[in-house]
């Protein structure tokens, strides 16, 4: 039980995670009653949050993903590549981008552009946390878990050097660790 991950503090433990989570899927549940949305996991950081909120939901749904790479380390590369595409076609459809985070909305800009040129019936995010303060395109997801700090973070999906996705909670990254 000797496991050490670089973390310098929880900043979000599971619990504020699974009720939080269960708070969006009620949300989403009663904005899309009626409907069939279809949730649009990004590939890789998303993978946790996106099952926790998928079995919190009460309204009849398509599952489907996309794989996405702009970080590099701790800094973003700014230049977003795109490896996997979705399988289900989009036009007509209310589609959810269930992201991990939205950091300085470069992604987010990048796939609602994408994905409207398909014609969806309305495309939204939401997204497990959000640092506003790092934004360098104007961009608010419709749902947010938790606002954060400009700090690295890892866990719950999240990685540094794919590592750390496992765990359990959000932590802050400690560079003195790794
Ligand atoms: P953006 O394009 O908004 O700058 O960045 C989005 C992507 O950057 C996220 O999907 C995530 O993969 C990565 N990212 C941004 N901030 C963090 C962070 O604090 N920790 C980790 N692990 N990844 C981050």
């Known amino acids: 039980m000797d496991y050490n991950p670089p973390v310098k503090k929880i900043l979000i433990s599971e619990e504020q995670i ?19 949305p279809i949730l649009a996991g990004v590939l890789r950081g998303s993978v946790l949050f996106f099952s926790n909120l998928v079995k919190n939901l009460t309204v009849d749904c398509n599952l489907d993903f996309m794989c996405l790479t702009s970080y590099n380390g701790t800094s973003s590369s700014g230049k977003v590549r795109f490896i996997l595409d979705l399988r289900e076609d989009i036009k007509d459809r209310d589609v959810i981008i269930v992201e991990d985070i939205v950091d300085t909305g470069i992604t ?5 552009d994408l994905l409207k040129t398909r014609n969806p019936a309305s495309i939204e995010m939401c997204t497990l946390l959000d640092k506003p303060s790092n934004r360098k395109i104007d961009i608010k997801p419709k749902y947010t878990g938790f606002e954060i700090e ?3 973070v890892i866990g719950y999906g999240l990685d540094y050097n794919e590592l750390y996705r496992n765990l359990p909670y959000i932590g802050v990254f400690d560079e003195t660790k790794k």
């Open 18 to 36: 699974n009720k939080r989570v269960k708070e969006l899927a009620d949300k989403i549940s009663q904005d899309y009653k009626g409907k069939t």
């Open 150 to 152: 400009n700090e690295f």
């Open 108 to 112: 987010a800009k990048y796939l609602f």
